[in-house]
């Protein structure tokens, strides 16, 4: 079923909920108020004969009845039929013409009354009075015919069913019409849609007639949706590229390394070590890029390890201690270690120190220097890494943290300065190190900000929100580092 049906169906449900109700309340209260207004009529001129014969002079009996007789002819032209009735239920007086049919007994009636009848088969509507303020008991009896008043109720029923049947037609059609003029751009961005989803073209875009109601926000947000997935296609397509490239260097090199060994079995015993060597060492740059893309997978499909708290400082400690000992790395120093808790899976936190360090000693010479600090500010634990390194430039900078990026030939694999060589840290070489330090710090609610310049170093600035402190009942003593 269509929105639009559904949109004519719901509201014409409603509509006629709406007019059954307010039909019904105008039916009951017209007719409460008709038979009112009749009530009151008959009432009238039965109080108001009563009361001209009240009033009437005492001339004899025969002077009575003519009084009688000439206040019920009053009354003749009324509409409204009158009988006087003695105590008896005898009729003293009517009006000329008239039948009022009588009650089934007078003295049961109280002093002022109504009761219904029929006369020839019509209904009857009477107002007895029983008066005896002068002479005798008597009735003073006055009806009218209430088959008008029904006729009048058909007649509104009619009306009121007619009206709501045209009312309800043409609401029903007027919202399928607005429905449909309403649903129409929609329709034009569904079919839009569909034309994206079968030519896989994320260039296309929606455009709506107006961007100020829901269906220009739809199609606004539709079309930040495309860009974003064109995004991502281009990332995915520059990231299968890189990938393949990274992957083909180190297999190429293995395989050439292992067919010259398999031609010259007789090679010298320096040559065939040479070959073993490069093939492990490729081997083993193949593992970490290995690593480093699983690592990537894992983290981009929410696969983390149940957060816990995690004693940064320790664990900086820790690592600045173990990286500093290797030889032929710049001098590592860390100025400062305020203690601080976080929130994450130790084992992650861990390699974005290390991925951060180890980018800072790679491309720094042996003869310059790093730095590292860790202190707290507010809510948050600030972790910041310095060198004194060939520095990024400004256009590269803000790639720095996009996977297999790199700068420039400088920044590559091959400027290695010993600082990653003999290690198994990080991922140096593979240009994944950053992009998976960027993952780690979001997880963990964070953020990782880098600042840097040609000839000047790189300051990178991690802030993770702290949380905290756990009760322990002690610490373990920290490393300290070489140079600190």
Same mark, same amino acid.
């Given at each position: 079923?269509? !929105? ?27 007719? +409460?108020?008709?038979?009112t ?6 009432? $009238? ?9 009240s009033?009437? $002079? ?11 007789n ?32 009588l ?27 029983r ?18 008043i029904?006729?009048?109720l ?7 069913v007619?009206?709501?049947?045209? /009312? ?35 260039t ?28 991502l ?17 180190p297999?190429?090199? !293995? ?9 010259d ?27 480093? #893309? ?8 929410g ?24 030889? /032929? ?7 400062? /270690?305020?203690p ?25 010479? !042996?003869?310059?220097?790093?730095? /590292? ?18 520095? !990024? ?20 694999r091959?400027?290695?300065t $010993? ?10 070489g ?14 963990a ?6 600042e840097?310049? #040609?000839? +000047?170093?790189s ?25 600190a």
């Amino acid at each position: 079923m269509s !929105i639009r049906l559904r949109m004519a169906l719901w509201c014409g449900t409603i509509l006629a909920v709406g007019l059954l109700a307010f039909s019904t309340l105008i039916y009951l209260l017209a007719g +409460q108020n008709l038979r009112t207004a009749a009530d009151q009529v008959i009432a $009238g001129r039965a109080q108001r004969l009563d009361t001209m014969l009240s009033t009437a $002079g005492q001339g004899g009996a025969v002077a009575e009845r003519a009084e009688m007789n000439r206040a019920v002819h009053v009354f003749s032209s009324s509409g409204v039929a009158v009988a006087l009735l003695d105590a008896r239920g005898a009729v003293l007086a009517r009006t000329p013409g008239a039948i009022i049919p009588l009650p089934a007994s007078l003295a049961s009636l109280p002093s002022q009354s109504f009761y219904a009848g029929q006369v020839a088969g019509e209904p009857f509507r009477v107002f007895a009075l029983r008066s005896a303020a002068h002479g005798p008991v008597r009735y003073v009896l006055a009806g009218n015919s209430v088959e008008a008043i029904s006729d009048n109720l058909a007649t509104l029923l009619m009306l009121l069913v007619a009206g709501s049947a045209l /009312c309800l037609a043409l609401v029903v059609v007027a919202v399928w019409l607005l429905a449909r003029r309403v649903l129409t751009p929609i329709s034009a961005l569904t079919g839009t849609a569909a034309s994206i989803a079968r030519s896989g073209d994320f260039t296309a875009r929606l455009h709506a007639r107006t961007g100020r109601d829901e269906v220009g926000q739809l199609a606004a947000t539709f079309n930040a949706m495309l860009n974003r997935l064109a995004d991502l296609s281009a990332a995915q397509r520059r990231f299968i590229a890189d990938a393949s490239h990274e992957l083909r260097a180190p297999l190429t090199t !293995i395989r050439g390394n292992a067919e010259l060994l398999l031609l010259d079995p007789a090679a010298p015993a320096a040559e065939r070590e040479d070959g073993l060597l490069d093939i492990a060492a490729e081997a083993t740059r193949l593992t970490r890029l290995v690593d480093g #893309l699983l690592a990537l997978a894992r983290g981009d499909a929410g696969h983390q390890a149940r957060p816990q708290p995690v004693l940064l400082h320790e664990v900086l400690a820790s690592v600045v201690h173990s990286m500093a000992e290797h030889p /032929c790395t710049p001098a590592l120093t860390m100025e400062r /270690c305020d203690p601080a808790v976080v929130i994450g899976d130790p084992d992650r936190v861990e390699r974005l120190l290390i991925n951060l360090l180890d980018n800072a000693l790679k491309y720094t010479p !042996i003869s310059g220097s790093v730095s /590292c600090a860790l202190h707290l500010d507010d809510g948050w634990a600030v972790f910041t890494v310095r060198d004194s390194g060939i520095g !990024i430039a400004p256009a590269d900078l803000p790639h720095v943290f996009e996977r297999f990026y790199r700068a420039d030939r400088a920044r590559s694999r091959d400027v290695s300065t $010993g600082a990653s060589q003999g290690r198994d840290t990080a991922v140096p070489g593979t240009g994944l190190g950053l992009a998976i330090a960027r993952q780690i710090a979001e997880e963990a609610g964070g953020a990782i900000s880098a600042e840097s310049g #040609l000839g +000047q170093g790189s300051t990178f600035t991690v802030r993770l929100p702290r949380a905290e402190a756990p009760k322990l009942p002690g610490t373990p003593a920290s490393h300290t580092p070489r140079g600190a």
